[in-house]
């Protein structure tokens, strides 16, 4: 079973910067593909950010300029920059691996994010 561990959510101030990290580990194959979700208060769990191991990246439109993903395949990482935070980013992010793309991903136990304003 893969095991995904999320680190370093926090409290920052609006306008302020985070780097979320993510290590996977008993990966048996090729994570593929590796992510950020969160989920905010009242609504359901969104995706923040997607890498491949392409390369190729998906972004909410509400992060699009402001968040950017990352891998190191080696160390089996995903990161993610968090920068011109909103209060309105505020939520629980948790950490998405799969190894195709029309599969379920496997899911860390989350990092809580709190901005304030």
């Known amino acids: 079973q893969v095991q995904l561990v999320e680190s370093g959510g926090g409290l920052v101030q609006a306008g302020g910067s985070l780097r979320l990290s993510c290590a996977a580990s008993r990966s048996y194959f090729p994570l593929n593909f590796m992510g950020w979700y969160r989920q905010i208060a009242g609504k359901e769990r969104e995706l923040v950010a997607e890498?491949?191991?392409?390369?190729?990246?998906t972004y909410a439109d509400s992060v699009k300029g402001r968040f950017t993903i990352s891998r190191d395949d080696a160390m089996e990482m995903v990161y993610l920059e968090m920068n011109s935070l909103k209060p309105e980013d505020t939520g629980v992010y948790y950490c998405?691996?799969?190894?195709?793309?029309?599969?379920?991903?496997?899911w860390g136990t989350g990092t809580r994010v709190t901005v304030s304003s």
């Open positions: 998405s691996a799969r190894r195709f793309s029309y599969e379920h991903n496997f």
């Open positions: 890498m491949a191991r392409s390369g190729d990246t």
